[in-house]
Nanobody
């Protein structure tokens, strides 16, 4: 069983908002960073955003800058991805991924830096 759980995917109209959550089981798992990736139907995996657990450094894919915000909830040991002004082409399965390297600074948008992957949560942007 994965020590983290994704949630928050839903059907939303274009221009709408959603908040995805990646909840990490406290005391069971330490990590360096969490990333969010998206896979649209028929397309490859695309990096969306990431955050470093220790420094709160963040990074975003170019297409989401200014509309998406990643943040950490220390009390709930969770990472949130707030997505605003959603577009139909942003539909897909959103995956939470964990970089287990606790010593890293910053975070990476490269998929091969991540060690564990969630099962994904479906986001559909459609009218």
């Amino acid at each position: 069983q994965l020590p983290f759980v994704e949630s928050g995917g839903d059907l939303v109209q274009p221009g709408g908002s959603l908040r995805l959550s990646c909840a990490v089981a406290r005391f069971r798992f330490d990590y360096g960073a969490i990333g969010w990736f998206r896979q649209a139907p028929g397309k490859g995996l695309q990096a969306v955003s990431c955050i470093n657990k220790n420094t709160d450094d963040t990074d975003y894919g170019d297409s989401v800058k200014g509309r998406f915000t990643i943040s950490r909830d220390i009390d709930n040991n969770a990472v949130y991805l707030q997505m605003n002004s959603l577009k139909p082409e942003e539909s897909g399965i959103y995956y939470c991924a964990v970089d287990a390297a606790t010593w890293i600074k910053g975070c990476s948008l490269q998929r091969n830096e991540y060690d564990y992957w969630g099962r994904g949560t479906q986001v559909t942007v459609s009218s």
